[in-house]
Each structure stands twice: as C-alpha cells, then as structure tokens.
C-alpha cells in the first residue's frame, strides 16, 4: 500500500534538512506538535533523523509520558519489554490516550538505535495536588522551588485561552496548572543537559507549552541556546 504524503511535507522536510546546519549550534530543540496531526509527528522523526546522521549524542525528550513511568520507558527503549507491556505499564490510554500511532515510527527509530528518551510530563496526581491546593502550596520534586511566576504575556494569552473554554471556571487554578506543565518540563530538560552537557537534548512537546519551556529554561540557565520548531 502507497502512502501518500503531500507536497508541503515534502517542502516542510526539506527545510528541516536545510536548518540542520544552523540548529547544531543549538543545545535544546523544541519541536511542537499538534498531537493529532500526523504531518507534525512526520516532522518530529525527520528531525530526530536528521540530527541522528551526524551527531548520536542525542537524547529524546516526550511529553506523552509522565515521568514517575522512566523505568518503563527505558525497559521498552532497550527492548526488555513488548509495546503492549509498555503502554500498560506507563498507563498510556489513561493518561495520554492520543492513538500511539503517532509516536510509535518515533520510538521504535529510537529502539533501534538506543537512543535514550526520557518522559517529561508531570504526574496527574501533582496537577490534580495544585487543582485543589495551589501551586504555592505544593511541595514536590518535580517542581524545584523557586517556582517563576508566569510572565504578563503567558497570562494574556491563558486569558484569551479561557474565552473559548467557558466551563473553566477556576482562573487561579488554570494558571497554576499550565505553569506547573510547563516548569516540570523544562525543568526535566535542564536537568538533563546539566546530566549530560555534551548531549543534544530534543523535546516533542504540544505546540502551546513551547515558548512558555523556552522562557523557563531562560530562567533556570540564561546560557542555554533553545530553538523552537513550531
């Protein structure tokens, strides 16, 4: 069976090799995602491919897994267990649900190469935690404290977010939890590249949480060189 994949793909693609030279100098890459859009998941392996052709120094960074599941998703990278084990092991349909399809050309490249990828989404337990409590009364390891504050532009935009959402009704508590997604995962990431500096570090991640990580990994390390590919 012929798949068919359209001129602008085909374009888009091009361009990502062309950028290859220019993201090397780049120490994370955000590549953001509309999760049920397959030419955005397409992109995502073309540039994990990419990367993957002159430099093996690379790890993966996956928002679609929470981060207490790790050990799952290193059993599955390295092959000690099946697809099936996996996603039932990481709760998968639970707490993701999008249809594994659109990541699964992604991981098994990343299987087949034991390229290291790491969950970087924080446990629904925390976020139903700050749902109730508030982020400033949260303690937790997955979000380090000082927690930053959202910037006046990111509330703006979560304003303009909650006019087309009118069953939220907890404003305060929609704020707390799009900043701690955000901070846990760059957070994540920043941890990762002071692990392993020598490291590429490139995240898939919702299209909405890539300028709000970016600004974070600002805060937590100002020498950081971050791209986003939106």
Do not use: C
Not at 56 to 84: A, R
Not at 139 to 144: I, K
Not at 196 to 221: C, M, Q, S
């Amino acid at each position: 069976m012929k798949v068919y994949i359209s001129p602008i793909v085909v374009f888009i693609i091009g361009l990502i090799l062309t950028f290859s030279n220019t993201l090397k100098g780049y120490d994370v890459i955000l590549v953001g995602e509309i999760h049920t859009d397959e030419n955005d998941h397409r992109i995502q392996l073309s540039v994990l491919q990419d990367f993957y052709r002159y430099d093996k120094k690379i790890i993966v960074g996956m928002e679609m897994f929470q981060q207490q599941f790790q050990q799952y998703l290193d059993d599955y990278i390295d092959g000690k267990i099946s697809e099936k084990e996996f996603l039932e092991k990481t709760e998968y349909k639970k707490r993701w649900g999008f249809d594994f399809n659109y990541y699964k050309a992604i991981l098994d490249f990343a299987r087949e190469n034991r390229i290291r990828v790491v969950a970087l989404n924080i446990p629904s337990e925390v976020l139903k935690d700050i749902k109730e409590k508030g982020i400033e009364n949260i303690n937790s390891d997955y979000l380090p404290k000082p927690i930053p504050k959202l910037s006046k532009q990111e509330v703006e935009e979560l304003k303009e977010v909650m006019k087309n959402h009118p069953q939220i009704k907890n404003t305060q508590a929609f704020f707390d939890i799009q900043l701690a997604w955000n901070y846990s995962m760059a957070y994540k990431i920043y941890s990762l590249k002071k692990q392993y500096p020598d490291y590429k570090i490139i995240a898939f991640v919702g299209k909405g949480h890539t300028e709000g990580i970016k600004r974070l990994l600002g805060i937590l390390d100002s020498n950081l060189r971050v791209f986003i590919y939106n």
